[in-house]
């Protein structure tokens, strides 16, 4: 597995049950899959149980968040070495509802990025401009401040961090990026990781598109110049999630 890679963000979705019934069809749907590495991020009321549903599947276990400290006196937080604990290998960082809604500065974006990897959790960056940024076409500044400062620190391998492009306007609108847009800036993050790390981990490294992706828009962003998804809305049915996968399958 693994020339693809899709990650299903369930964000605040699904009750134990209804988590479980998911794996339960996805996992007989996707069995089989030879170019796709899944990972499914549940709430973190989900995720135990999400786990012990993926055992033995090659379906990997994500969080939606952490903290950037490994244990403490940090009330109503979520540790890096917990989310191993619970069987995580992915977590996301820099959400843009967690920038946006939480208020999530590029520091704190930064710290949980450093924690993850120290406990061996490959973080999954997202960066995106708001619509406003795109139209006075700060959208290039935006990303690649983005990430600079996200990365601040942080020795990047093809194997230590993946990237999704997530511009802000696209996300749960129904109005995706087009592949277009998506491909230009996924060159402008390739050569500002090039310029952190070299050109030749820089190709490497995962690099997403998320925001509005569903199996009637996705085919065309598999041309070439990204690996795969991050998927909302359209992770959150077995059969929809699956039809992602098979595009992915058959590209
Ligand atoms: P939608 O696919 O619902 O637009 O959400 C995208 C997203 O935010 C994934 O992290």
Known sequence: MGQFLLIANWKMYKSLSQAQAFCRDFILLSRGIKKTKVVIC???TALSTVNASLQNTGIKLGAQDLFWMEKGAYTGEISPVQLVDTGCSYVIVGHSERRQIIGETDKIINNKLKAAQKSGLIPVLCVGETLEER??????EIVRGQLLSALEGVSVTESNVVIAYEPIWAIGTGIN????????MAGLIRQTLGKISNNKIAERIPLLYGGSVKTENFAAFLQGGLDGALVGGASLEADSFFNIVRLCENA
């Not at 139209?135 to 290039?140: F, L, R, T």
């Open 135 to 140: 139209q006075n076409n700060k959208a290039e």
């Open 42 to 44: 549940p709430p973190f």
């Open 177 to 184: 990026a087009s592949y277009q847009d998506a491909l230009e």
